[in-house]
């Protein structure tokens, strides 16, 4: 066993960690105030390679592994979820399936542009009536010969205005159930796709965030990804490796929160000594530590797992239960720590406490990880 990450590894969190102190920080808490865009600093990000990490450079990407894409998610986190969120759905939604279950077609046109970061992308499961119960998909791709006719709504799809290319899960045969579910790469300009307001969000407010509305949109063959009916089963292991991304963002905030805890407690006084100095608070801190760690654990192992071609979903799931529960328990006590100063903006820990609430929610919330995790032990 080898704790010690590689001289790579150590130079993309480095470079992650200067550019999220360099370029994230300044204007955070007005972009999340205001639910701002950070296209500047998307276009920094994209030109460090940070949108297309993971693919292989055979396909224009920067051919780092998981583990790498978790430090610079844990470090970008930190100070800037939402942008980290953007982050990992073109990597770990997007880029990854298409490389994974693509034809090279596929790759030629869309991977690549999407590996160089010239386009975003989205993955869009979610509707208003099937969200952890994902095989009850409304929307439709009516087989049509030599193409797809999609109708439906999408709700909560992040990078919905941002993106070029979507990749839809759609129903095509309801009488087959799950398995009559197709993934499907959609040009986002094509016509009959429009999209409903920016949703005003409590945290992670400056991602874009929209539902998404298709009205006999038409997607030609080709661009269908594996057999008929693969459609629930890529979206599920997508999603294995999207976890390991909310895992690492999960951890990056709880690492914040504690960095800036930690910080507060050594320069804050009361009863006539630095609160540090109070069992009360460094024991809270040594928990909060803890917690940190064991999420960075369970994240870089499901995220060397995937590196190492073994199975990794019951560790992705693990990996983003604890950490989303860890963030949320680490930033209400980073909060409590802060007292006054922590429920108000200019000391971030609230901000960082309403995004770890989304951490439990999306890509699968707490009870779906259980679900899967609790399955893995009959198996
Ligand atoms: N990899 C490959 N196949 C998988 C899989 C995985 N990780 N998980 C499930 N499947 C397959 C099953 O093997 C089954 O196939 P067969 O019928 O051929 O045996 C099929 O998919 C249906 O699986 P299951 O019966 O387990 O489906 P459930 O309806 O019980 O759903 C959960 C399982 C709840 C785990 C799933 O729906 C889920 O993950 N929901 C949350 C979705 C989500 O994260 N939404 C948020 C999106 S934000 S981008």
């Not at 204007?27 to 276009?43: L, M, N, S, W, Y």
Request: proline share 2%; charged share 25%.
């Amino acid at each position: 066993m080898n704790f010690n990450y590689t001289d790579e590894q150590l130079m993309i969190q480095q470079a992650a960690r200067d550019f999220a102190e360099r370029e994230l920080l300044a204007g955070v808490i007005e972009r999340d105030d205001h639910a701002i865009f950070p296209t500047e600093q998307v276009k920094m990000m994209t030109e460090m390679g940070f949108m297309g990490m993971m693919t292989s450079p055979e396909y224009d990407g920067g051919g780092m592994d998981t583990v790498s894409y978790v430090l610079a998610m844990e470090e970008i986190a930190k100070i800037d979820a939402a942008a980290s969120v953007i982050m990992s759905v073109c990597n770990s939604l997007v880029n990854w399936g298409i490389e994974k279950f693509g034809t090279e077609a596929q790759k030629e046109k869309f991977l690549k542009p999407l590996a160089r970061g010239e386009k975003l992308g989205a993955f869009l499961l979610s509707e208003p009536e099937a969200g952890s119960d994902a095989t009850s998909q409304r929307t439709t791709a009516e087989d049509k010969g030599d193409h797809y006719l999609l109708n439906g709504t999408k709700n909560w799809i992040t990078n919905a205005n941002c993106a070029s290319t979507y990749v839809v899960i759609a129903q095509t045969n309801p009488e087959k159930k799950h398995k009559g579910i197709n993934a499907f790469i959609v040009d986002k300009n094509s016509a009959g796709i429009s999209l409903g307001p920016h949703e005003n969000k409590m945290g992670m407010r400056s991602s874009d965030t929209h539902s998404v509305m298709f009205t006999d949109v038409i997607v030609p063959k080709e661009n269908r990804i594996g057999d008929d009916g693969f459609g629930f089963k890529y979206a599920m292991q997508v999603l294995e490796g999207g976890r390991i991304g909310i895992a690492a963002q999960a951890l990056g905030i709880a690492a914040g929160a504690l960095e800036r805890s930690v910080r507060y407690a050594q320069e804050r006084k009361a009863f006539g000594t630095e609160i540090f100095n109070h069992q009360a608070i460094a024991f809270k801190l040594a928990d909060m530590a803890v917690k940190v760690e064991n999420a960075r654990l369970l994240t870089v192992k499901a995220a060397w797992l995937k590196d190492q071609k073994q199975p990794f979903g019951n560790a992705s799931a693990m990996a983003k239960l604890y950490a989303s529960e860890a963030a949320m328990w680490v930033t209400t006590e980073a909060v409590q720590i802060h007292g006054g100063y922590g429920y108000v903006k200019e000391y971030h820990v609230e901000r960082l406490m309403r995004e770890a609430k989304l951490t439990q929610i999306y890509e699968g919330t707490s009870e779906v990880q259980k679900i899967v995790i609790s399955r893995s032990l009959i198996k």
